[in-house]
T-cell receptor, first 116, second 109 residues
Framework: DTGVSQNPRHKITKRGQNVTFRCDPI?????LYWYRQTLGQGPEFLTY????????KSRLLSDRFSAERPKGSFSTLEIQRTEQGDSAMYLC??????????????FGPGTRLTVL | GQSLEQPSEVTAVEGAIVQINCTYQ??????LSWYQQHDGGAPTFLSY????GLEETGRFSSFLSRSDSYGYLLLQELQMKDSASYFC??????????FGKGTRLHILP
């Protein structure tokens, strides 16, 4: 396994459209996190999964955002009715399944979303 | 609210030593991590401190004082390739990872 992969790498959409991103984590990692990053800022936590269970979701996250990890492997992040403020880099990260290593996150290359 | 404070920019000379500080205020604390991010790239993990003290990994060291809610990343023998943004991150009581806004490190030849 070569690491965390994300698709697509770039997405341009019109305001009001729905978009879906995919993340494939490192196979033996049972934790998967989604972040959003804008220029000059750190990654902003969106949500995370332990296997297929979504354990936490940011209180700042609009209900237009939803994420799934149906079989505890890959995950999808969907944004409905996109707005220009959703334009950002969406990062996925996975971490090993032991408590002492949850802080060690392996990031994918990200999906850059541009909403016109 | 939860917050991590770190300087926005630091400048140092090639071959020198630089320290990037981080103070945090979070709901629970389960370790401080450091990440490096080059322009256009994804963050990469550098180090992790769960307990007080210094952790050394090659040219990079990281320190934690839980009583002071403070940590730092120390980079020695700076190389031009170390020019990047550096983020501190805390795992909180809900296992969320909260990142700081990042410190942009500029290295002069």
């Amino acid at each position: 396994d070569t690491g965390v992969s994300q698709n697509p790498r770039h997405k341009i959409t019109k305001r009001g459209q729905n978009v879906t991103f995919r993340c494939d984590p490192i196979s033996e990692h049972n934790r998967l996190y989604w972040y959003r990053q804008t220029l000059g800022q750190g990654p902003e936590f969106l949500t995370y999964f332990q296997n297929e269970a979504q354990l936490e979701k940011s209180r700042l996250l609009s209900d237009r955002f939803s994420a799934e990890r149906p079989k505890g492997s890959f995950s999808t992040l969907e944004i409905q009715r996109t707005e220009q403020g959703d334009s950002a880099m969406y990062l996925c990260a996975s971490s090993p399944g032991t408590s002492g290593r949850y802080n060690e996150q392996f990031f994918g290359p990200g999906t850059r979303l541009t909403v016109l | 609210g939860q917050s991590l404070e770190q300087p926005s920019e630091v400048t140092a000379v090639e071959g020198a030593i630089v320290q990037i500080n981080c103070t945090y205020q979070t709901s629970g604390f389960y370790g401080l991590s450091w990440y490096q991010q080059h322009d256009g790239g994804a963050p990469t993990f550098l180090s992790y401190n769960a307990l007080d003290g210094l952790e050394e990994t090659g040219r990079f060291s990281s320190f934690l004082s839980r009583s002071d809610s403070y940590g730092y990343l120390l980079l020695q023998e700076l190389q031009m390739k170390d020019s990047a943004s550096y983020f501190c991150a805390v795992r909180d009581q809900d296992d969320k990872i909260i990142f700081g806004k990042g410190t942009r490190l500029h290295i002069l030849p």
